[in-house]
T-cell receptor, first 114, second 113 residues
């Protein structure tokens, strides 16, 4: 089955710097890659997603890139702010039986220091 | 509108007790997922419903875990004879269609003593 690895497990940056989180997946049939942000004790919230027919997607300070050949995708956050501090999870899925069974990475704890 | 809600938010059970965790998805959402999130880990898929039909239960860790969604809206995850290894946050997610964005609830933190 699908396996998703996420690096780094922790990331500490200064406010205003960029942060990059990388994920690799094993199943070449995976075609949907969402990123979720989870603050302490809160629900995971979707921040951006990408499908396999697109190589890059951007939404304000957040961008995701996908390399299907290498089977990896990355989250880029520019001009980080303290409120970006949270745990970020990547996930991969393929439409099995018509639905997205998300397989998550182990998460990256991002700390943005003022 | 209202998001996915779950109850209770916290549950403490003695080993061997049965528990029932409730999920209220976003109104009109066809698809409903249950995930288990161990401390410091990403969510792990447990089971999937399309309306009232449970189409995938491949992630349920043992036959002590049972989920239902009898009327295609509210879902209940039941764990029988709880064990310490069942301690985790149980997350519910719903989506409008089968492959649309999944919206998560706040989770139920289960602690088995």
């Amino acid at each position: 089955g699908e396996n998703v690895e996420q690096h780094p497990s922790t990331l500490s940056v200064q406010e205003g710097d960029s942060a990059v989180i990388k994920c690799t997946y094993s199943d070449s049939a995976s075609n949907y890659f969402p990123w979720y942000k989870q603050e302490l004790g809160k629900r995971p919230q979707l921040i951006i997603d990408i499908r396999s027919n697109v190589g890059e997607k951007k939404d304000q300070r957040i961008a995701v890139t996908l390399n299907k050949t290498a089977k990896h995708f990355s989250l880029h956050i520019t001009e980080t702010q303290p409120e970006d501090s949270a745990v970020y999870f990547c996930a991969a899925s393929k439409r099995t039986g018509g639905y997205n069974k998300l397989i998550f990475g182990a998460g990256t704890r991002l700390a943005v220091h003022p | 509108g209202a998001g996915v809600s779950q109850s209770p938010r916290y549950k403490v059970a003695k080993r061997g007790q049965d528990v029932a965790l409730r999920c209220d998805p976003i109104s009109g959402h066809v698809s409903l997922f249950w995930y288990q999130q161990a401390l410091g880990q990403g969510p792990e898929f447990l089971t999937y419903f399309q309306n009232e039909a449970q189409l995938d239960k491949s992630g349920l860790p043992s036959d002590r875990f049972f989920a239902e969604r009898p009327e295609g809206s509210v879902s209940t995850l039941k764990i029988q004879r709880t064990q310490q290894e069942d301690s985790a946050v149980y997350l519910c997610a719903s989506s409008f269609g089968q492959s649309d964005t999944q919206y998560f609830g706040p989770g139920t933190r289960l602690t088995v003593l």
